[in-house]
């Protein structure tokens, strides 16, 4: 049996087995939360993602978590929103499924995600979240390594898009917002 709990707060500070990065193809860092990993987690991650040299959009890489409490850093790369037009809906959940796929292959038992596409990327909020949540969820079902997955909402709005996805699936919440 594994849980699922959407929580607030900086993913940087999971102590988590592996935590998720909304990377872009380059892997060489970025703004949101690709900037906060890459400063938390110190320079030998930007070597690392040179030599891995990038990744696709609906894909992932994993990494060392460097100086992160964490153990690994799973980048994946998110479609930017391009108005429903070039697939991002399947694209945004192969970024969560190859993301526990790889979280399952390194044997962790606890993992956390950011909101992915939903920053810079623009993807519809309402829409991510439904997305993120049920195929999280999807995943689980199978008896997998994982014992707890969060998904970490930097801010209020983030937060009050998930809870209520949710609370329409009669799923408890952590935090009221
Ligand atoms: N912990 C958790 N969530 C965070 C953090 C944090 N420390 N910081 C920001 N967020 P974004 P994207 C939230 O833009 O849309 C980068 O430049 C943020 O509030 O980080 O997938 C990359 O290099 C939002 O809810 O990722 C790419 O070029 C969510 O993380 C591009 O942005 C995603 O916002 C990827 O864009």
């Known amino acids: 049996m ?3 709990s959407v ?4 993913i940087v500070n999971m102590k988590v087995d592996a935590i998720v990065n909304a ?10 939360v690709d900037g906060a990993i890459h400063r938390a987690a110190g320079a030998e991650l930007l070597s ?5 040299g990038g990744c696709k959009t609906g894909d992932a890489v994993i990494t060392p978590g460097f100086k992160l409490d964490a153990k690994y850093i799973i980048h994946t790369v998110g479609p930017v929103w391009n108005n429903g037009l ?14 526990l796929d790889l979280a399952v292959e390194y044997n962790c038992r606890t ?15 309402a829409k991510a ?8 969820l999807e995943y689980l079902e199978q008896d997998t390594c ?10 209020y709005n983030t937060m009050a898009a998930y809870n209520k996805v949710m609370r329409a699936l009669g799923r408890e919440v952590e935090e009221d917002y």
Do not use: H, W
């Open 48 to 52: 690392c993602c040179r030599r891995i």
């Open 111 to 125: 993992v956390a995600f950011p909101s992915i596409s939903t920053g810079a990327y623009r993807f519809p909020l």
């Open 146 to 155: 994982i014992e707890d997955v969060y998904m970490v909402c930097f801010d």
């Open 7 to 10: 929580v607030k707060g900086n």
């Open 86 to 99: 070039t697939n991002e809906e399947e694209l945004l959940r192969q970024c969560y499924k190859k993301s």
């Open 129 to 136: 979240a439904e997305i993120a949540i049920n195929t999280i």
């Open 23 to 32: 990377a872009n193809t380059s892997l060489m860092g970025g703004d949101g």
């Open 2 to 4: 594994s849980n699922f």
